[in-house]
């Protein structure tokens, strides 16, 4: 996927796109200078945001 793919996909601006790629938040990599993304990376990383930030809200709960 493109950046402008990536972005669409996650429904973010394409200049956050490259801001997460760039700062490793999201899994992409470059090709001549051009950042590419896998398909199944990003599900991947999506899955890991849900199951961390439901790890976290137990967490809360538990503590209050």
């Known amino acids: 996927m ?3 793919e990536v972005a669409s996909y996650l429904k973010i ?4 796109a490259y801001r997460l790629a760039a700062g490793g938040k999201i899994p992409g990599f470059k090709v001549g200078g051009s950042w590419r993304f896998r398909r199944g990376d990003i599900e991947r990383w999506i899955e890991a945001q849900s199951a961390e930030s439901s790890a976290e809200g137990k967490v809360r709960t538990e503590l209050e």
Request: charged share 55%; glycine share 0%.
């Open 13 to 16: 601006k394409e200049k956050t």
């Open 2 to 4: 493109t950046v402008k």
